[in-house]
Nanobody, 120 residues
């Protein structure tokens, strides 16, 4: 089992910045990738950014150049730094971890989410 706890959400004005943190605990040794998703009211959950255990990052087009994701493997945390926030970034942000199970399907764990609200 892997437990994920997000923090760092809040209310910010457009153009501002926030840094989210996802802390993983439990059986973290087989985590292959950690990702951040978001879900705005009435919309589907979408991938925002991700980072693999090897450090490869990927971003949604809508956040490229504004969001930077980093990982502290010693602390088992993943921290997306978000700048130049826009009202359309308003959503609940969820941390996700992909765990490799040798000989079986990958397992995905989710955090409870943290609200980010960007006012215009």
């Amino acid at each position: 089992q892997v437990q994920l706890v997000e923090s760092g959400g809040g209310l910010v004005q457009a153009g501002g910045s926030l840094k989210l943190t996802c802390a993983a605990s439990g059986r973290t040794g087989n985590i292959n990738a950690m990702n951040w998703y978001r879900q705005a009211p009435g919309k589907q959950r979408e991938l925002v950014a991700g980072i693999t255990s090897g450090g490869t990052t990927n971003y949604a087009d809508s956040v490229k150049g504004r969001f930077t994701i980093s990982r502290d493997t010693a602390k088992n945390t993943v921290d997306p730094q978000m700048i130049s926030l826009k009202p359309e970034d308003t959503a609940v942000y969820y941390c996700n971890a992909r765990v490799i199970t040798y000989g079986g399907p990958d397992i995905y764990y989710w955090g409870q989410g943290t609200q980010v609200t960007v006012s215009s």
